[in-house]
């Protein structure tokens, strides 16, 4: 492969429940913080579960107007946050790149959820004539994330989103490097970006028995691959990548963070919400990756797994997992970034990717926090990180994520060699 068709990663930016900028979020990590907390935004006392990884201490007004915030739904103003790191990350100066070249795939699993219960919630409290805000519309689709991004920074190439539920992000960043490998950008922010702790998100994913009720220690609620796992943590956030061909990273001498080695897709064509319990679907889309990326499985060093914490999920990606790396995962760091900034839904990939990069950058593997029983359901020897971050060689490391729907999406980072 050729200078021309690798990609690489130039910029990052990121928001979550443990950090307002990368830095922040990656101290938090490798410290196994956790962004639990009980819900402050709204009273939750009537639900079962009570609590949610929150984005703590954010003022949009740093960032966008007064007049202009209230045309946004949050996980805009959570988008336009990162992506602005991200830029700034990333080192652009005026005429140093073709805005022309320069795109946007950015997504959102759900969009604009509050937005659309204030909105909604009004109308029927209210009784009132049909007449909602002009700016309802553009505040709930979850393509104006990277419309808002593009006129902010004038980046007018390839502009849309990706929606796949909890793989969104992941997806986004995959279309983001088959762009760039046919030539189509210089350059592409990618990413995702999701608000949903707020009733209508509490209530919806309770009801479907996907949240934990961990209501006396939500600190300790998200805990992957531990036996009494209940259930995921609602969690904001947004993650932004930017990604770049290579030839023109070098052509601006742009910092190289890693190599974006590949990626593959798969859907389970089983269940709208339950994975395959064999972890069919999550195989195909790691083999994929692999494939894509001309690796094998002994090339991988790290895992950062789906991991949300349910009893299901969890152990459906671990078997696919086994089925892929064989005699090699006994060699692999397994972890769930998950157990502290919870399940940021339609984000969790950009925000997980950046955690995988950090890795490889930092030789630092991250922990899965909150385990307490072993389940005996796992391998004793697999290496799942627990409690306390690894210092390690990660040359490359892969990403799971899967939504609802079937939708799974793998990515491979590698360390960046000339």
Not at 192 to 208: H, N, P, Q, R, V
Not at 322 to 332: E, P, Q
Not at 336 to 344: E, P
Not at 366 to 395: G, S
Request: proline share 3%.
């Amino acid at each position: 492969m050729s200078k021309y068709d690798r990609v690489v990663v130039t910029g990052m930016g990121g928001l979550t429940s443990i950090g307002n900028n990368i830095n922040d979020y990656w101290q938090s990590l490798i410290n196994g913080v956790s962004g639990a907390d009980y819900i402050k935004s709204f009273d939750a006392s009537k639900f079962k579960t009570r609590f949610a990884c929150a984005i703590k201490n954010f003022d949009p007004l740093n960032y966008i107007d007064r007049k202009d915030l209230k045309k946004m739904d949050p996980y805009v103003q959570f988008a336009i946050a990162a992506s602005d790191e991200a830029i700034t990350n990333a080192g652009f100066s005026s005429g140093n790149y073709d805005p022309d070249r320069f795109g946007v795939i950015f997504s959102s699993g759900i969009g604009g959820f509050l937005s659309f219960q204030e909105e909604c919630v009004s109308y029927g409290i209210s009784g009132r004539n049909p007449r909602f805000s002009p700016f309802f519309i553009p505040k709930i689709i979850s393509d104006i994330g990277a419309g808002y991004i593009s006129m902010r920074h004038n980046l007018r190439g390839p502009n849309f989103a990706a929606v796949s539920a909890c793989a969104s992000s992941n997806n986004a960043i995959i279309e983001a490097l088959y762009h760039l490998r046919l030539n189509k950008a210089d350059m592409i922010l990618c990413g995702g970006a999701e608000m949903s702790i707020c009733e209508a998100g509490l209530g919806g994913f309770s009801s479907m028995k996907a949240l934990s009720e961990r209501n006396d220690d939500p600190k300790t609620a998200s805990r992957p691959y531990d036996k009494n796992r209940d259930g995921f943590v609602i969690g904001d956030g947004a993650g932004v990548l930017i990604l770049e061909r290579l030839d023109h990273a070098l052509q601006r001498n742009a910092h190289i963070y890693a190599e974006v080695a590949g990626g593959g897709a798969s859907g389970d064509a089983y269940h709208i919400t339950a994975p395959h319990p064999e972890g069919t679907g999550a195989k195909k889309a790691m083999l994929a990756a692999l494939d894509d990326a001309s690796m094998h499985a002994s090339d991988i060093d790290y895992i950062n797994t789906h991991g949300t914490s349910t009893p299901l999920g969890d152990m459906a990606e671990i078997k696919a997992i086994k089925d892929v790396f064989a005699d090699h995962i006994k060699n692999i760091n397994i972890s769930s970034t998950k157990s502290m900034t919870g399940h940021c839904l339609g984000a969790a990939g950009a925000v997980e990717a950046i955690a995988c990069i950090k890795s490889i950058n930092e030789g630092i593997v991250p922990p899965t926090i909150n385990h307490f029983t072993d389940d005996e359901e796992f391998d004793a020897d697999l290496n799942f990180t627990f409690n306390k971050a690894q210092h390690r060689k990660v040359r490359s490391a892969l990403s799971n994520s899967f939504g609802f729907g079937g939708h799974n999406a793998s990515l491979i980072f590698k360390e960046y060699i000339a």
